[in-house]
């Protein structure tokens, strides 16, 4: 039984961290997806265990060597995803997940698309607005900006398998570990050339564990 | 939003009933799917609660005119699944459950090939033994047939899209509340005619019940 990648995307103030840290204790199975950045550590940050910290050259050859799954730039560094780390993971039978804007799920879309891209919404503009306002790291104006084009975003959500509305942490949290839960059920996952070996030996019942 | 149908196969002795009498009561708007038969009602059984009761003429037009998702004899009488109820229960917003066999779920999958297709597997070939010798309704000889031919059935496995190891009932009824809740969050299942007057009106974030 393999693993796979979850790609949580959605607006920001949608409550991607929120959701994602309450699903991590009940799965034991389930890892969050380490990136690689050319950024320096921080006090405290340790490498391969925060963050791959590479080089510009290191980063600029494992791009050159079609070694990530997606990359961008954030305030002068780069940051992407290894795909080497995700694929040992799911050939170890674990599930991956990793929250990204929409343009990055994009890019992992075109490389691996049998990973299960999940939308997080939240339920209305006006609680958005309120969750930017509280955040208190945006101005009034680029908060405008933001809802204005929370529409555009929510566009995308055509391209991903599942929504899931945030309008209760708990009850959203609930929702992505029975999707991930499910997800884990699809014979998709079944190593065919193995099946009668499996039936004989019995199948084992626990899939999200 | 509209519901879906799901189709729960496996091989007798899999506990396909139990796990589906366990479901019912944890999801509102999860309906069993009423079937068609030739077969005159049992004392108490209510036309179009139980079954759809109707004369061999009406199950032969109703065959003409396609209005069938699959359809089987069995000890004389003949039995099928009514598209209208299925369709307009779905189109309620409700998701449709029934337990059919193999060759059952393969007439729908090809009249119906977007309904979610569930197979349910009991544990080991021994434990199926175990159970069947217990519901007493068979002889060893047919015992003795049915498991020499359980890995050729289980073999269908391939054509379903999740499986279900039923180890022990609680365990895999809440797999299949699962699976229904987090097919009940599917993107394809939002009327994208309709999203940008559900963004500024409010998503539900309640899709299970």
Redesign the interface.
């Given at each position: 039984m393999h693993g796979f990648l979850i790609v949580l995307s959605g607006p920001s103030g949608a409550g991607k961290n929120s959701v994602m840290n309450a699903v991590f204790p009940t799965i034991p199975n389930l890892k969050y997806s380490i990136s690689v950045t050319t950024r320096p550590p921080r006090v405290g940050e340790v490498d391969e265990v925060n963050y791959f910290f590479r080089s510009e050259q290191e980063f600029d050859q494992m791009i050159k060597d079609d070694l990530l799954l997606e990359s961008a730039n954030f305030v002068g560094y780069r940051y992407g995803t290894p795909k080497s780390f995700v694929y040992d993971q799911i050939h170890a039978g674990n599930a991956v997940i990793m929250d990204i804007d929409i343009q990055g799920a994009a890019q992992i879309r075109k490389k691996m698309p049998e990973a299960v891209f999940v939308?997080l919404?939240p339920?209305?503009?006006e609680e958005l607005s309120k969750r930017l306002k509280l955040r208190g790291s945006d101005s009034d104006e680029v908060i405008k900006r933001r809802l204005a084009k929370?529409?555009e975003e929510?566009?995308h959500?055509?391209d991903?398998?599942?929504?899931?509305?945030?309008?209760?942490l708990g009850?959203?949290a609930d929702?992505l570990r029975?999707?991930i839960?499910?997800?884990w059920?699809?014979?998709s996952r079944?190593d065919?050339k193995e099946?009668?070996g499996v039936?004989?030996?019995?199948?084992?019942?626990e899939?999200c564990e």
């Open positions: 939308f919404l339920p209305t503009p929370s529409y929510i566009k959500i055509v991903y398998d599942y929504y899931i509305v945030n309008d209760d009850r959203a929702q029975q999707i839960c499910s997800e059920s699809r014979v079944i065919m099946l009668k039936w004989e030996g019995g199948f084992s019942g899939t």
